[in-house]
Structures are given as structure tokens and as C-alpha cells.
């Protein structure tokens, strides 16, 4: 008897093993949804975030500009009398407004500055390369014509500027917001500014925590995944590991099973060699040796004792062909399933008595080995089992193919059975025994029954066990 094996870790063509496909189905949606959480989260974060920053900075440049609208009503405050008492062309006037706005200087960068509308500087206290000097048209270190926008905030009445400007105290060029109004008799434009790098570098800080703070919960969504990938995995190899010492024991109870079965038909052959061909034997030989002795006396009955032995010998040639048959049928190899189950029928219903019909395809002998032999064997069993336990008086076989593989059917009119008690409880022949056969070849085994209606057992061996037709390869 050939066993085939099953392997400890089942694969497939790509050859992944069970514990593998499980993990990767439990890990690739939870890794999909994980990372679009993150993506969510990530975004969500970095916008809420870059508006509260968009929100903070500008609260902080509106309160420099509001510091800045009071100092420029101070330096108006300072110089109202002089201008408002002079002549549009009052040098002297002018000279004194110029040095009272020189002398107002307010913090470490704080300062007024004075540009006529032609562009050329007044007054810059804490720049005082830049008086007297013509800077329209000139551009800032940021590409602004400033002197220029300036003077068109003043036209139009006053209004706040941001530049980039050296910063005094460090001669470094910083983002700057300045706050210009302009005298209109005079035609001058007189403003002052502030920079505005505390307030950038609060900002900046802003942003450091909040990308910060991203990222750290970016590391808990992964931490919290690969503990959850850690789990899966382990509940993994927990499983692969109790699947393997179920088939561990499943392997050793088959073993145990096929080692009985084994042993179940060898003693089956024993004692028919015992009861039949041996004592057949022990009369052939006791009646050649009566004929020999009769002949050698010239007794004329030395010629009936030789042909009783020689049809005694017959007997035991009949015999070991049917114990052979039994064994392995040659129709089985020579013709195929359907001619080796007609044989088993007619053999049946002449045995038992029991009226015993056989409907199938012509199959050309296209099943495969493995499939012939254990569609053979459950026809074997099945009708060993109706013969002993069913008391069936029909018994109707099917043998036929079909899209999906090929299908025997054995229908009988007995008593019925309780199926998966019989399957679960049942030793090592019976259902329990076809059900393993069919597993081997990845079909299914139907079995279908009911008190006083008979049953139905149906073999289905799937396509992969259909040999194609010469010339043709199997689709």
C-alpha cells in the first residue's frame, strides 16, 4: 500500500505556508489602515497647526504695528507745532522738525526716519550714511523698490510696509514692519519701524514643537503597530504550532490506522492462503502421490486420481486469482475504473444476492492512478459496509464526469446511518477510511442518509485528477 505523506508546512505554488498567509492577511489591511490613520492624523495635525502659527504670527505683527501707529502719533505730536505754524517752504522749520525726529530714538534699534517725495533721505538717526543721499528707484535687499512704496503709502495717507533691512546694532538683514505717514505741505514721508525677528523666531520655536510633537505621535502610531504586528505575529506562530501538533497527531493516528489496516489484511490473507489454497494444495499432493503409487503397482485407477488432482489444482489457480483480484484488480490498470466497478458489482450482487446496477460515461481511462485506486477502494468499502450493516436489497453505482472532476455515486435502500457519528467514531475501514482517501486527493466526500430511505455516498476527486486526451493538454 502506497501512503503519501502530508507535509508539516502546507504551501502553496508561490510557496508561502500557511502560518505565512495568515499572518500577511491579518497584517496588510491592519499596515494599510495604520498608515492612512497616520497620514490623517499627520495632515490634520500639520494644518490645525500651521493655522494657529499663521494665527500667532499674525497677532504678534498686528500688536508691533499697533506699537508703531502710537510711536508715529508721538513723533507727529513732537513736531505739530513747528509744522503746522510753517511755510510749505520753511527751511528753518524744517530743520528743527528734521532734528527733533533725530533725537527721538526709542530701544536699540528704534528710530524715525524722513524721505522728501523725490526719494532722497532726511533724517536717519542710526543710519546716517543714508542723508542727503537720492534712493528712489533703488531696490532692498528683498528685490522691493521700499523708498519707492513708501512714498505712494504716504500719497495715499499712511499704511505699514514689511522689507527685509540691516538691522543697526548688528548690520544683519532682518524681516522688517515699518508704519509711514506722510506731511503734505512738506511733501515729506516720515514713518518708523521695528523688526520683527523675536516675533519670526517665536514662530520658528512654534513650528519646532509642533513638528515635533508630530513626529512623536507619528512614533506612538508605530510603536502602538508593531506592538499590534508583534501580537498578530506571535498569535502566528501560536496557531502554526498548535495546527502542527494537531497534524502531528492526526499523522500518528492515520500511521496507527494504516499500520492496523496493514496488519487487518495481511492476516485476511494469511487465512485465506490457510483455509483455501493451502489445504487445496495438501489434497493436490496427497492425490499425485495416491497416483503414483497405483501407478507404479499398475493400478488402472492411477489415472482418475491424477485428473482429480489436476482439477484440485485448477481450484487453487482460481483461487489465487480471485485472492489477487481482491487484492489489486487488473482491470483496474488494464481497462480502467468503470470496467474494474462492473466487475465489483457483478461479483457483489452474485456474492450477496443483492440487486446491484452499475451507470457510467466511458472514461477512456482517464483518471489518474491515485484517483482510480481510491474511487475503487470506497466502492469496496461502501459495499462491504451495505453488505454487512445496511440490509439493502438495491444498491445503484454512477460513475460519471463532469466540469469540475468526476464523481462516484453509491445509492442504497438499507436502513440509513448517523454520518458524522459514523465517520467520527467508526475504526480504521468505513466512512472514516473514504473520508481520508478523498482528502488525500482534495476532493470531498457527500454522504447523505435517512432512517428507512438508504443512503447516498458521493466521491468527487476535483479536475486537477483528469488525465487530458492524447494530444491535448490538461486545461
Known amino acids: 500500500m502506497r501512503i503519501k505523506q502530508p507535509n508539516k508546512r502546507i504551501k502553496d505554488k508561490h510557496g508561502l505556508s500557511y502560518g ?25 495635525a500639520r494644518q490645525t497647526a500651521s493655522r494657529e502659527i499663521a494665527l500667532l504670527q499674525g497677532e504678534l505683527i498686528s500688536a508691533k504695528q499697533a506699537e508703531l501707529k502710537n510711536y508715529l502719533s508721538l513723533a507727529r505730536t513732537a513736531i505739530i507745532n513747528t509744522y503746522g505754524r510753517a511755510l510749505p517752504d520753511d527751511a528753518a522749520a524744517k530743520l528743527r522738525a528734521s532734528q527733533t525726529l533725530s533725537a527721538m530714538l526709542y530701544g536699540q534699534d528704534g528710530y524715525f526716519f524722513v524721505y522728501d ?4 533721505n532726511l533724517v536717519s538717526p542710526r543710519q546716517t550714511d543714508r542723508i542727503g543721499r537720492n534712493w528712489a528707484g533703488t531696490t532692498g535687499p528683498d528685490g522691493q523698490k521700499v523708498v519707492d512704496r513708501m512714498i505712494e503709502i504716504a500719497k495715499q495717507g499712511g499704511g505699514y510696509l514689511i522689507y527685509d533691512w540691516p538691522k543697526p546694532s548688528t548690520g544683519k538683514v532682518e524681516r522688517m514692519v515699518s508704519y509711514v505717514m506722510g506731511l503734505q505741505d512738506w511733501q515729506w514721508v516720515i514713518g518708523t519701524g521695528v523688526f520683527i525677528d523675536d516675533v519670526l ?66 492476516g485476511r490473507v494469511a487465512r485465506e492462503l490457510h483455509d483455501s489454497i493451502s489445504q487445496i494444495l495438501v489434497a493436490v499432493r496427497y492425490k499425485f502421490e495416491l497416483a503414483r503409487k497405483r501407478l507404479q503397482s499398475g493400478d488402472d485407477r492411477a489415472v482418475g486420481d491424477l485428473g482429480n488432482g489436476i482439477n484440485s489444482l ?5 483461487e489465487v486469482r480471485r485472492i489477487s483480484h481482491d487484492l489489486r484488480p487488473g482491470l483496474l490498470d488494464d481497462l480502467g475504473l468503470g470496467a474494474a466497478l462492473q466487475s465489483l458489482s457483478s461479483e457483489f450482487s452474485n456474492r450477496t444476492g443483492i ?22 477502494r470506497i466502492a469496496q468499502e461502501a459495499l462491504t459496509n451495505i453488505e454487512r450493516h445496511a440490509g439493502a436489497t438495491e444498491v445503484k453505482i454512477k460513475l460519471f464526469g463532469h466540469k469540475s472532476g468526476g464523481t462516484l455515486e453509491i445509492a442504497d435502500n438499507g436502513t440509513g446511518l448517523d454520518e458524522m457519528e459514523t ?34 455516498i458521493k466521491a468527487t476527486v476535483p479536475l486537477s485528477h483528469i488525465l487530458s486526451p492524447e494530444g491535448k493538454t490538461n486545461d
Open 20 to 44: 505565512q498567509k495568515v499572518f500577511l492577511l491579518a497584517s496588510l489591511p491592519l499596515l494599510l489602515a495604520t498608515a492612512a490613520i497616520a497620514f490623517l492624523v499627520t495632515t490634520q
Open 117 to 120: 517725495y523725490a526719494g532722497t
Open 201 to 266: 523666531a517665536t514662530v520658528a520655536t512654534q513650528k519646532t514643537v509642533v513638528n515635533a510633537r508630530v513626529r512623536r505621535t507619528f512614533l506612538y502610531i508605530g510603536a502602538i503597530t508593531l506592538g499590534v504586528l508583534l501580537m498578530v505575529f506571535l498569535s502566528g506562530i501560536l496557531l502554526n504550532l498548535r495546527e502542527r501538533r494537531l497534524a502531528d497527531t492526526k499523522l500518528k493516528d492515520l500511521s496507527q490506522r494504516i499500520i492496523d489496516t496493514q496488519e487487518e489484511e495481511r
Open 314 to 318: 485448477n481450484s487453487a489457480i482460481q
Open 355 to 376: 440487486k446491484t446496477s452499475l451507470e457510467t460515461v466511458v472514461f477512456h481511462n482517464r483518471l489518474d492512478d491515485e484517483a482510480k485506486t481510491a474511487l475503487y
Open 423 to 456: 465517520i467520527q467514531t467508526q475504526g480504521g475501514l468505513g466512512l472514516r477510511n473514504m473520508q481520508e482517501r478523498i482528502e488525500q486527493l482534495n476532493g470531498k466526500l457527500r454522504v447523505r442518509s435517512s432512517s428507512g430511505n438508504g443512503t447516498v
